[in-house]
């Protein structure tokens, strides 16, 4: 299987993935595919839990019904899928997270 290949088959249309998977192919052009799999694969796999716990901790935070308001909004923002709307979801994440370190500690 070719590189290029392995990209199609990787990122199935969606091109968020192939865009990331075609850079990273251009930059690694001196590895082999193998070799740049197992770094993605290093890089990707130990964080993956922590992005997961977070995620976790965002939709905990904005379950309760004392923020259906706000968690109405992001449901809002998140069907725009444009610049400003993502950066208005990140202020309801981050504020989550800040909430739910306060709780925590």
Not at 98 to 103: F, L, W
Request: with cysteine; charged share 30%.
């Amino acid at each position: 299987m070719t590189p290029v290949e392995v990209l199609h088959h990787i990122a199935i249309e969606n091109r968020d993935s192939h865009k990331f998977l075609t850079r990273v192919l251009r930059a690694g052009k001196d590895f082999t595919t193998e070799e740049l799999a197992a770094h993605l694969f290093a890089a990707v796999v130990p964080t993956a839990a922590h992005f997961s716990q977070i995620i976790a901790h965002v939709v905990n935070f904005y379950i309760d019904s004392d923020k259906r308001k706000e968690r109405e909004e992001i449901v809002k923002l998140a069907s725009i899928r444009d610049k400003e709307a993502v950066a208005k979801i990140m202020v309801y994440v981050r504020e989550a997270l800040r909430e739910s370190c306060q709780r925590i500690y």
